[in-house]
């Protein structure tokens, strides 16, 4: 209406008396100059004389005065005559506009920027039952209802409409009586000559008729499902309120529950005046009110007569209310309390419609009371009233049939998916943009499958979220609704975000075909690849069994974290040398598998093979460059078993199977190699099969000798003790290498008994030496699995106890790996050994990680340096240096040195240059039978390196 007055303002009516300025100032000119020139011309063609007469002298200037004069009355007399036209014109178009907004149904009000009222319609004096004279002036403040959210309240929406420009929503609002009117309010600006927003009207539209003709379509569904969301129950018992008293037009409602002593009291009321809110809120007894009889009926109950009622409570009396709607509150099948709505007196009152309603609030209600105890109870440390704060809501929606038309759609959609319900509201298929395009066609042809036979539908598809960055996954139930004539017309459903169970899903999937760490396929997975590029036509490829060297000192050294960044490194490195070449994957802790199909060797099968060897190099030498472990430098070796397809398997399974018994066979060949599986090979598998069986009978049928092989004073060159090593004589197959069946004997836990028998045959041959007169010490090797065995160390002094031999006659070689391997109770085994007076030697001494602060502590007699280091000497400068180093520390730690496999004289003389006390070795004897040990005592044999020089000295 304003805008209309600014508008009709700003045009002046044209009746024909509106003169052009500029047209006026140039016949003002005109007029002027015409006179002053043609006044003068006349005076000189009459011939008068001028100089005596003051009239005619100014004459024409006189004359300009005049015509000014008259002139300008004129225009003023045009204005004014003007003037009276257009403000009778205006006051007629604002009587006109005033009958218009008298005829208006909805309540009209305009506000100033300071929320102060200027005007209103007769309709808005009507709707809320006041007088002109009493609204016009104040500031909208008294419309405001106690209890109502603060951002419905008035002067937060005129706020709320200064910053957006409009607002529109539906709110509470106060009428004259003091009940809560719900309407639907539209704020709009007024804007002044310049633009600028002067003032704001308010249409206020009651919304009773419209909230009871809707409730059961979507009012219902939108407070439940807008109440399921709210984790706040202080929030959600005045939402409920709020809602309940919305959809049946109460004019005030309250939720009273029973506290711990049985009475009662309103915990959240919304409508009631501040005091009627006090009153309200003190405990009472429910026994002859409404309150209790709906707790002991356990149902709803209206009272339309409620002054005349029996069941009247004391804090209503003087309200003056007229009807009263009751419902039970239930939680966990026991009656905890009451929602109870009112309306004041000239209203119709409720009727069985409403109780649904009502029943369905009080029941979401209990739902978030037994909520909020059963969080209460699993968070007992948290404050009281702390609910959880955040649930997953679903999506609630109505829509057309066949074309999915929405025609409803919960608040839930802008949560979940950022979407506004106005855009859904202006645009039916605003929604199926939202789709996933690749899902579209599937989901609707799911659809229409599946009600062919059946009302209702279950698909699942993904939604994109409005900012167009992510998607999410639904899981939507629909239900076909039909007309009276069983025709299909709509269709009712819930949308529930199953995001992250499809994402639990998909990680399960990855878990179940890949390895977490590395991100490459798993054996699963590996194995079906595998199967699918062996099915193609004319398929030849090779397989590589990769095995990581002596993982297992990593971790027990350097720790599983450094273990873990051996195995993602060596990943990076297969991934960097392979690429999309072929397939890899880690099917246990420090394997892996490679595959390489015909596209990476060509030519004839000769031409392959030296292809696969290369390929196999090319591994082996991407791992020589170091790898970082925790910060530091370490070096890592690989062992590569290959199978070649199709000439070693015809199957994925058995390929796999052949390439493993390749590697295991390249670790004992001395481990940083490869070695293909081929004839040979099988047969040596079921070789070492066989062996596996005999070798459970070998002890019992007494098919194990000991044999000894010297340990020389390298000084003196005289023999000072023995080392004692395990044959096996087998029937069948003759003397079989330790190096054989040891290992077999390692895997099926033989070897505690064999070396319990190896144990007790030393101290008896030792015994039976001493009684001949031969004084030498024996060296023991403990395999791992007897170090650590129960009471091992009793059964070692048993033996010794048995056979009546010394302690200082026994020697335990324990291998350095070994040392490392729990090392707080090794240590623990290892003082056991020196208190019972057992001399310990460390064997293999620097192949392992040995940390010297924990050798220093340990009770070690000898460290014997591994034959790998000794081989090198003299000629390796690096091997050289280390058995520097470890004769060296020997030494320092006041321990003997003795050297593993001499085997020249320029081995000896190095060593004994060193300061290196005690060797053994091929040079000075093999391994031998016990009776030849006897013979070189008796005959003292000594070995002399003087001599041995000498002769290299003469002339050939």
Not at 533 to 543: C, E, Q, S
Request: with cysteine; proline share 4%; aromatic share 8%.
């Amino acid at each position: 209406m304003s805008n209309m007055n600014q508008a009709d303002k700003a045009q002046v009516p044209a009746d024909g008396r509106d003169v052009s300025v500029a047209a006026l100032a140039v016949g003002y000119a005109v007029a002027m100059g015409v006179w002053v020139f043609g006044s003068r011309a006349l005076i000189e063609a009459v011939g008068l004389d001028i100089s005596d007469s003051f009239v005619w002298r100014f004459l024409p200037e006189i004359g300009v005065v005049l015509i000014t004069a008259g002139l300008f009355f004129g225009v003023i007399r045009c204005y004014q005559a003007s003037l009276r036209v257009w403000k009778q014109e205006l006051h007629a178009r604002e009587r006109e506009l005033e009958g218009i907004a008298a005829t208006v149904a909805n309540g009209i009000i305009i506000v100033d920027l300071n929320d102060r009222i200027l005007r209103v319609n007769q309709a808005f004096c009507d709707l809320f039952g006041y007088e002109y004279d009493e609204i016009v002036g104040k500031t909208t403040e008294f419309l405001a209802v106690e209890g109502q959210p603060l951002e419905s309240q008035p002067r937060q929406v005129l706020e709320a409409a200064k910053k957006a420009g409009v607002w529109h929503g539906q709110v509470l609002r106060c009428t004259q009586d003091g009940s809560a009117l719900p309407v639907r309010l539209s704020i709009a600006p007024i804007l002044g000559v310049h633009g600028d927003i002067v003032a704001f009207v308010g249409d206020y539209q009651d919304f009773r008729a419209a909230t009871e003709a809707r409730e059961h379509v979507e009012g219902l569904g939108a407070v439940v499902e807008s109440l399921s969301q709210e984790m706040d129950v202080e929030k959600l018992g005045r939402k409920a309120v709020n809602a309940a008293m919305l959809l049946t037009g109460a004019d005030m409602g309250g939720v009273a529950l029973q506290n711990d002593d049985g009475l009662m009291a309103y915990r959240w009321t919304v409508g009631a005046t501040p005091q009627e809110q006090e009153s309200l809120s003190q405990p009472f007894d429910a026994d002859g009110k409404i309150t209790g009889k709906v707790m002991q009926d356990f149902c709803s109950i209206i009272v339309d007569n409620y002054p005349e009622s029996d069941l009247t409570h004391r804090h209503f009396e003087d309200i003056g209310f007229s009807s009263i709607l009751a419902s039970p509150i239930t939680v966990a099948g026991e009656c905890v309390g009451v929602l109870s709505l009112a309306m004041r007196g000239g209203c119709d009152g409720f009727d069985q419609r409403h109780i649904t309603l009502v029943e369905a609030i009080a029941r979401q209600i209990g739902v978030a009371l037994q909520r909020h105890e059963l969080f209460s109870e699993i968070r007992k440390s948290e404050r009281r009233f702390r609910l959880m704060v955040e649930t997953v809501p679903d999506i609630m929606y109505m829509s057309g049939f066949p074309n999915f038309d929405l025609s409803y759609i919960s608040p839930a959609a802008e949560t979940l998916l950022g979407v506004r319900i106005e855009d859904c509201d202006a645009d039916p298929l605003f929604w199926h943009e939202l789709i996933e395009p690749a899902d579209r066609a599937r989901v609707h042809e799911s659809i229409l499958a599946q009600i062919e036979t059946s009302d209702e539908y279950i698909v699942e598809y993904r939604l994109w979220h409005a900012d167009r960055k992510r998607k999410l996954w639904f899981e939507d139930r629909g239900h076909v609704r039909r007309d009276e004539d069983g025709e299909r017309v709509s269709v009712a459903g819930v949308m529930v975000n199953i995001t992250d169970r499809k994402r639990a899903e998909e990680r399960l999937e990855y878990i179940a075909y890949f390895d977490t760490m590395t991100g490459l396929p798993n054996r699963v997975r590996f194995l079906e690849e595998l199967e699918e590029k062996i099915a193609a036509p004319n398929a030849v490829g090779a397989l590589f069994y990769v095995d990581v060297d002596r993982f297992h000192l990593v971790n027990d050294i350097l720790g599983h974290e450094a273990g873990d960044e051996l195995i993602v490194e060596v990943a990076r490195r297969l991934r960097e040398v392979y690429g999309e070449d072929a397939l890899l994957a880690r099917p246990n802790a420090d394997e892996y598998l490679i595959y390489l199909d015909g596209t990476n060797f060509e030519g004839d099968e000769a031409q392959r093979i030296d292809g696969v060897r290369a390929q196999a190099d090319k591994l082996l030498t991407a791992m020589k460059m170091p790898v970082k472990l925790l910060g530091n430098e370490s070096f890592v070796t690989l062992s590569v078993g290959i199978s070649l397809y199709p000439s070693d398997a015809d199957d994925a399974d058995t390929l796999v199977k052949h390439a493993h018994r390749a590697v295991n066979r390249s670790k004992e060949m001395g481990r940083s190699g490869y070695c293909f599986y081929a004839g040979e090979l099988a047969r040596r598998q079921q070789h070492l099969l066989s062996l596996n069986t005999q070798l459970h009978h070998a002890l019992e049928r007494d098919e194990f000798l000991v044999y000894y092989q010297p340990i020389i004073d390298l000084n003196t060159g005289a023999m000072v003790g023995v080392e004692a090593l395990l044959r096996w004589k087998s029937p069948e197959d003759g003397m079989i290498s330790p190096g054989v069946f040891i290992p077999i004997a390692e895997e099926n836990g033989l070897i505690v008994p064999i070396g319990d028998w190896v144990l007790d045959e030393v101290c008896r041959q030792l015994a039976q030496w001493q009684k001949q007169g031969l004084k030498l010490y024996a060296a023991i090797n403990l395999s791992t699995r007897q170090l650590w065995r129960d009471r091992m160390v009793d059964k070692i002094s048993d033996a010794i106890s048995r056979h009546n031999i010394s302690p200082k006659d026994i020697e335990l070689e324990i291998t350095e790996s070994a040392t490392m391997k729990g090392p707080n109770s090794i240590e623990s085994i290892m003082a056991q050994m020196h208190e019972r007076g057992l001399n310990i030697s460390i064997d293999d001494f620097g192949t392992g990680y040995s940390s010297l602060e924990r050798l220093k502590h340990m009770p070690v007699r000898t460290l014997k340096i591994d034959r790998s280091f000794v081989d090198g000497v003299p000629g390796s400068p690096r091997d050289a240096n280390i058995v520097t180093t470890v004769v060296q520390l020997a030494r320092n730690f006041q321990m003997n040195s003795l050297a593993e496999g001499i085997e020249t004289p320029a081995q000896w003389r190095f060593l004994l240059d060193l300061g290196c006390l005690f060797g053994q070795g091929f040079y000075f004897s093999r391994p031998v039978p016990p009776e030849q040990i006897e013979a070189m005592c008796r005959e003292d044999k000594r070995w002399s390196l003087e001599e041995v020089e000498a002769s290299l000295l003469l002339p050939t």
